[in-house]
């Protein structure tokens, strides 16, 4: 396998764009190496641009939750081109948009559609301060939520590959208003809430935290940090740009059955093209503008493209619901597959997994934080990850990211994801 082409285009870029990449995790830095640039995908497949092909288990992040180039998307997005591309006026789609998302997340009572899960966060925030007439908010350590100002405070996803978990450029200001606790640990959350009576707007969280690696929520934390939020006049946001539309049509709120008061969306609501949406109660949403005073606004929000690809992928998935169905197996089979193979090789590495999402962690302490995820050695990860693109098996480059399944695996694939692992598991 020949990369020459990729590393030509990258040495070039690194000229021009910072880093070389438009988004840091992209660079390969954690895991060494050059990255690969992308040509095509299609299926289950992607193609660099020396004509390499990989199986793809990113899947853009999440969005092609159906494989790449999904047909009926694609054709959506070739009809609506021909009656240009944007508009900045109001247009049918956004309404059958907005009213489908409502019926698949019954939390959502009013929706508005923005260009990127950075921004549907952003604006969550926002509203539920001019909601509450409160400023400070709760994060968690290793979740992500964008790149807004106020979640660039130990954060995940890049932040952590890139050991910048607190990024200069963010004033202390706004570095005060955002509170972290450690995830899965209620008793912290109280704590916060104790020392700042009155104060807190907002507790964001991924349900499922996809940014530090795949981390699942303790049983019964979901619902305890409900019972604090309703108990202390907090907006519960749970940040479903990862998990929404992947863990169930209503996303993990579905899922592990709680109901949070606003929801961000992004990723899989795009059907690829950026898109972002937030919503949650009417008399939360009521708040924005115009009819309300917070403002938000956006020239391309409801894009006519982007609109016909993301509606065309929610009707797919709540019309099918055979999709999710298929992704649990598909999860069930390579995970459980993996966990053979590490029993038979006699290694305790952890994997998380929920649904369609995984991540397999060198470490054998068990990880349900940040903390214990940062026990991994990221050194093999990175050996790990190289092995496994040389045969043929395109994974997320860091250790603090999630693997994102779709439904154009085939049983070949899951096989021959298996045997790459095996064969590069008891190598490295
Ligand atoms: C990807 C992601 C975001 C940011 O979305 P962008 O479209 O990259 O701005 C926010 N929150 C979570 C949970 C994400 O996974």
Redesign the pocket.
């Known amino acids: 396998m020949t990369t020459n082409t990729s590393e030509a285009l990258f040495a070039k870029a690194k000229n021009f764009i910072p880093g070389g990449v438009n988004s840091p995790v992209r660079a390969f830095r954690s895991v060494g190496g050059n990255p690969i640039f992308i040509k095509r995908a299609k299926g289950a497949y992607i193609f660099d641009e020396d004509d390499n092909q990989y199986i793809e288990l990113i899947n853009s992040?999440?969005p092609m939750i159906l494989g790449h180039a999904f047909e009926p998307v694609e054709q959506a997005v070739s009809e609506a081109i021909k009656n240009s591309f944007s508009f900045g006026a109001p247009t049918r789609r956004e309404v059958e948009m907005a009213e489908l998302i409502i019926s698949m997340v019954p939390s959502i009572e009013k929706v508005r559609m923005v260009n990127?899960?950075?921004?549907?966060?952003m604006a969550a925030i926002r509203v539920a301060r001019g909601y509450t007439g409160r400023e400070k908010i709760i994060k968690f350590e290793g979740?992500?939520?964008?790149?807004g100002d106020s979640f660039l405070i130990a954060a995940g996803?890049g932040a952590v590959t890139m050991g910048v978990p607190d990024s200069p450029g963010v004033t202390k200001g706004v570095a005060n208003d955002t509170l972290t606790a450690p995830y899965n640990n209620l008793e912290a959350v109280q704590m916060l809430c104790d020392a700042n009576k009155g104060q807190i707007a907002a507790l964001i969280l991924?349900p499922v935290v996809?940014?530090m690696g795949c981390v699942l929520p303790k049983e019964g934390y979901l619902q305890g940090l409900r019972n604090i939020c309703t108990k202390e006049g907090i907006v519960l946001i749970f940040?479903e740009?990862?998990t929404g539309f992947r863990l169930a049509k209503g996303g993990a709120q579905e899922r592990f059955g709680v109901t949070p008061d606003m929801t961000?969306l992004?990723?899989i609501i795009g059907g690829g093209m950026?898109v972002?949406a937030y919503g949650g109660k009417a008399e939360i949403m009521n708040c924005v503008s115009p009819q309300g005073p917070v403002y938000q606004a956006g020239t391309l929000s409801g894009n006519p493209i982007a609109m016909a690809a993301g509606l065309t992928m929610l009707h797919h998935l709540n019309d099918h619901p055979e999709v999710y169905t298929q992704l649990e197996a598909t999860g069930n089979q390579i995970v459980g597959g993996i966990r053979s193979i590490l029993d038979k090789l006699n290694l305790n590495y952890q994997i998380n997994h929920v649904g369609s999402m995984y991540s397999l962690f060198f470490t054998e302490t068990p990880v349900v934080d940040f903390e214990t995820a940062k026990t991994s050695d990221t050194a093999k990860f990175g050996k790990y990850f190289h092995g496994m693109l040389d045969k043929g098996i395109y994974l997320a480059p860091s250790q603090y990211e999630a693997l994102f399944l779709s439904t154009a695996l085939s049983q070949e694939n899951i096989a021959e994801v298996l045997a790459a692992n095996e064969a590069v598991l008891s190598m490295i």
């Open positions: 992040w999440g990127s899960g950075t921004e549907a966060t979740c992500y939520h964008g790149h996803s991924e996809g940014n940040d740009v990862m961000t992004g990723k950026p972002g």
